[in-house]
């Protein structure tokens, strides 16, 4: 299979602290990657580069083919951990807002979406709770179309009810032609979503592989190895 | 860059329109309730109220791009399939548009006023032809380029300190860069009208030597970009050119900044 | 479902399956859900579901029709055969546990023999 995420000794520092140390990944046409770690451990730093918020300091990073930039912008789907959206606006102009940058923006399904997450498009942003808000950021994101998503900890700090209707939307709007990237350290909410997991530590990758292969090499659930790997 | 120019807009128009309300009222109280002999005070306050107004406005378009630097909102914005440029441009785009629509406003308003309170009636063609005269016009077009590169300098230095500070959030350090570039870019275009003191006349369009030109009535001590007489307005080729120049290197060079440097 | 922690999670699946099928919950000729629908009712990976779908496929107990879903094989046989492979790995647990009571082979089977007629 193809892989349309190449990271090749992709290394990043601030003045001299290393945030990613010379990390090789790659990601899979059709495969959801989840990036596990703790806080610190370098995956929104490893996100922030993917989507052109950060730059490298070393390495290359291919996404379709093409270097990070306008182009691979219109095929990255992505759910910052942060309330993104314009305080001025309401849902409905949020919708107009994706439907006008992105050509892939499906309205119908962001509308069977909405209704899903129960909200309504009347609603100001700045009036959304916590839950609400991942809600509403996911439906946008989710209601595109794109090559690949990528999803910064879409169900920290949400009730279980919003967790609940979080996974769900996901899987049934993952579409088996595009390539999901999902940062999390809460592993045990999210492992039966991923097909590969990468651990992130000190910005280096220290295990990665099929999350089925590595349930059964280490008869352990991917939770108990993230433990067993974060604990000391 | 159209799109993005509308939601530019849609951001904006609240707080422009909520500046203009207040100056409308403020110049209605200012005109009605100052006695009528003391013209001149009324002048200095309505000129006041006009310069506050742009510079609320300018304060507040300069502090939106800071936010796209430093809050959350420039996760979308810099996520967006635009160019750097595009994103910059139509930010400039939009500010000056503002700055037409709440000087044109403010402008008339007043002279309406002036015309009600001293119970004359409004000379409409007098008052055309003097809009209409080239020097006026000229002033005007020299206003918003000073002002829109200033706000390109403005960016740019916001823009740098951003990338030069990564994450640290000293407040006033694109201050200092945009003084210390303000300093220098004026110190070059001194420089170059020092070396070219080829001055056009705004109303023939004749072109003059400072050094040489006995037309001149007052002393030009200091080279500078424009100056006036009693009849004429006048303006350095050269040190105008610069001044486009430099500003269309200043654009790019933050658009260059937003699109491939910056560090969210 | 729950699952449990040191299996595939596509294993699991394939378990759950076939202890439907052998159950009789699920007859043959039946439709499965689709990898959708069971992706989202177990809150797994639709690649997981469509790995299990394919090694039960590999294995003769469903097939595919284009467009259609994926079914429960309709020949008798290769359900039987599933019951009663299910059946023997059933009784060899329960054997090597009953052995370890340190029962005799006659024994064994006389305490089967009583438990089934209580059942009755």
Same mark, same amino acid.
């Given at each position: 299979?193809?892989?349309?995420?190449?990271?090749?000794?992709?290394?990043?520092?601030?003045?001299?602290?290393?945030?990613?140390?010379?990390?090789?990944?790659?990601?899979?046409?059709?495969?959801?990657?989840?990036?596990?770690?703790?806080?610190?451990?370098?995956?929104?730093?490893?996100?922030?580069?993917?989507?052109?918020?950060?730059?490298?300091?070393?390495?290359? @990073?291919?996404?379709?083919?093409?270097? @990070?930039?306008?182009?691979?912008?219109?095929?990255?789907?992505?759910?910052?951990?942060?309330?993104?959206?314009?305080?001025?606006?309401?849902?409905?102009?949020?919708?107009?807002?994706?439907?006008?940058?992105?050509?892939?923006?499906?309205?119908?399904?962001?509308?069977?979406?909405?209704?899903?997450?129960?909200?309504?498009?009347?609603?100001?942003? *700045?009036?959304?709770?916590?839950?609400? *808000?991942?809600?509403?950021?996911?439906?946008?994101?989710?209601?595109?179309?794109?090559?690949?998503?990528?999803?910064?900890?879409?169900?920290?700090?949400?009730?279980?009810?919003?967790? /609940?209707?979080?996974?769900?939307?996901?899987?049934?709007?993952?579409?088996?032609?595009?390539?999901?990237?999902? *940062? *999390?350290?809460? @592993?045990?909410?999210?492992?039966?979503?991923?097909? /590969? @997991?990468?651990?992130?530590?000190?910005?280096?990758?220290?295990?990665?592989?099929?999350?089925?292969?590595?349930?059964?090499?280490?008869?352990?659930?991917?939770?108990?190895?993230?433990?067993?790997?974060?604990?000391? | 860059?159209?799109?993005?120019?509308?939601?530019?807009?849609?951001?904006?128009?609240?707080?422009?329109?909520?500046?203009?309300?207040?100056?409308?009222?403020?110049?209605?109280?200012?005109?009605?309730?100052?006695?009528?002999?003391?013209? #001149?005070?009324?002048?200095?306050?309505? #000129?006041?109220?006009?310069?506050?107004?742009?510079?609320?406005?300018?304060?507040?378009?300069?502090?939106?791009?800071?936010?796209?630097?430093?809050?959350?909102?420039?996760?979308?914005?810099?996520?967006?399939?635009?160019?750097?440029?595009?994103?910059?441009?139509?930010?400039?785009?939009v500010a000056f548009m503002w700055f037409l629509i709440l000087g044109a406003i403010t402008v008339s308003y007043n002279i309406f006023m002036m015309a009600?309170?001293?119970?004359?009636?409004?000379?409409?063609?007098?008052?055309?032809?003097?809009?209409?005269?080239?020097?006026? +016009?000229?002033?005007?077009?020299?206003?918003?380029? $000073?002002?829109?590169?200033?706000?390109?300098?403005?960016?740019?230095?916001?823009?740098?300190?951003?990338?030069?500070?990564?994450?640290?959030?000293?407040?006033?350090?694109?201050?200092?860069?945009?003084?210390?570039?303000?300093?220098?870019?004026?110190?070059?275009?001194?420089?170059?009208?020092?070396?070219?003191?080829?001055?056009?006349?705004?109303?023939?369009?004749?072109?003059?030597? #400072?050094?040489?030109?006995?037309?001149?009535?007052?002393?030009?001590?200091?080279?500078?970009?424009?100056? $006036?007489?009693?009849?004429?307005?006048?303006?350095?080729?050269?040190?105008?050119?610069?001044?486009?120049?430099?500003? +269309?290197?200043?654009?790019?060079?933050?658009?260059?900044? +937003?699109?491939?440097?910056?560090?969210? | 479902?729950?699952?449990?922690?040191?299996?595939?999670?596509?294993?699991?699946?394939?378990?759950?399956? %076939?202890?439907?099928?052998?159950?009789?919950?699920?007859?043959?000729?039946?439709?499965?859900?689709?990898?959708?629908?069971?992706?989202?009712?177990? %809150?797994?990976?639709?690649?997981?579901?469509?790995?299990?779908?394919?090694?039960?496929?590999?294995?003769?107990?469903?097939?595919? %029709?284009?467009?259609?879903?994926?079914?429960?094989?309709?020949?008798?046989?290769?359900?039987?055969?599933?019951?009663?492979?299910?059946?023997?790995?059933?009784?060899?647990?329960?054997?090597?546990?009953?052995?370890?009571?340190?029962?005799?082979?006659?024994?064994?089977?006389?305490?089967?023999?009583?438990?089934?007629? %209580?059942?009755?």
């Amino acid at each position: 299979m193809e892989n349309l995420v190449e990271i090749k000794k992709l290394s990043k520092n601030y003045f001299n602290k290393k945030a990613l140390d010379n990390l090789d990944l790659t990601i899979e046409e059709g495969k959801v990657l989840g990036i596990l770690g703790p806080n610190g451990s370098g995956k929104t730093t490893l996100i922030k580069i993917l989507t052109g918020l950060l730059r490298q300091s070393k390495g290359e @990073v291919l996404i379709d083919g093409h270097k @990070v930039g306008v182009y691979t912008k219109s095929i990255v789907s992505y759910l910052p951990d942060r309330n993104f959206l314009y305080n001025w606006m309401t849902i409905e102009d949020a919708f107009k807002f994706y439907s006008d940058f992105y050509s892939d923006f499906d309205l119908k399904r962001g509308e069977e979406l909405l209704d899903f997450m129960k909200l309504g498009k009347d609603m100001k942003i *700045t009036s959304l709770s916590k839950g609400m *808000t991942e809600k509403l950021n996911l439906t946008l994101v989710l209601s595109r179309k794109a090559k690949l998503y990528i999803l910064d900890e879409p169900i920290a700090g949400v009730d279980p009810v919003a967790r /609940d209707q979080i996974l769900d939307a996901i899987i049934k709007n993952y579409d088996s032609n595009s390539s999901m990237i999902i *940062t *999390t350290h809460l @592993v045990r909410d999210m492992e039966n979503l991923f097909d /590969d @997991v990468a651990f992130l530590k000190d910005g280096e990758v220290i295990l990665k592989g099929n999350a089925e292969e590595l349930r059964e090499e280490k008869g352990k659930s991917i939770d108990e190895i993230y433990k067993e790997i974060f604990s000391e | 860059m159209g799109k993005y120019m509308k939601y530019e807009i849609k951001g904006t128009y609240k707080v422009i329109l909520g500046i203009l309300a207040i100056v409308l009222i403020a110049t209605t109280v200012l005109y009605n309730y100052t006695a009528k002999n003391e013209s #001149s005070l009324i002048i200095a306050l309505a #000129s006041l109220l006009i310069f506050g107004t742009f510079l609320s406005a300018f304060l507040y378009i300069v502090g939106s791009f800071r936010k796209e630097l430093y809050e959350d909102r420039g996760y979308l914005t810099f996520t967006l399939p635009l160019t750097g440029n595009q994103i910059l441009g139509a930010k400039l785009i939009v500010a000056f548009m503002w700055f037409l629509i709440l000087g044109a406003i403010t402008v008339s308003y007043n002279i309406f006023m002036m015309a009600k309170t001293s119970g004359e009636t409004i000379n409409f063609k007098e008052l055309l032809s003097l809009i209409n005269s080239s020097e006026i +016009i000229s002033f005007a077009i020299m206003i918003l380029i $000073s002002g829109i590169s200033t706000l390109i300098l403005i960016y740019f230095s916001m823009a740098l300190s951003r990338v030069t500070l990564r994450n640290r959030k000293i407040g006033g350090m694109w201050f200092i860069i945009f003084l210390i570039l303000s300093a220098f870019i004026a110190w070059i275009q001194m420089k170059i009208v020092t070396i070219s003191p080829y001055y056009i006349n705004l109303k023939d369009w004749s072109i003059v030597n #400072s050094n040489i030109s006995a037309l001149f009535q007052i002393e030009i001590d200091n080279a500078s970009l424009m100056f $006036s007489t009693e009849d004429y307005f006048y303006i350095n080729i050269a040190g105008f050119i610069t001044n486009i120049i430099t500003g +269309i290197i200043l654009f790019l060079g933050t658009g260059h900044i +937003i699109e491939k440097k910056i560090d969210l | 479902m729950e699952f449990n922690d040191n299996l595939p999670i596509y294993l699991q699946i394939i378990n759950y399956l %076939k202890r439907r099928i052998t159950s009789g919950e699920i007859s043959g000729g039946d439709k499965l859900p689709s990898v959708r629908e069971l992706s989202s009712k177990l %809150k797994v990976n639709p690649n997981t579901v469509q790995r299990a779908y394919q090694e039960l496929e590999r294995e003769d107990l469903v097939f595919t %029709k284009r467009g259609m879903g994926t079914f429960v094989t309709e020949d008798d046989d290769v359900i039987m055969k599933l019951k009663k492979d299910t059946a023997k790995e059933v009784i060899s647990n329960f054997i090597a546990e009953i052995k370890g009571l340190d029962f005799d082979d006659d024994e064994i089977i006389e305490i089967i023999l009583n438990e089934i007629k %209580k059942e009755d």
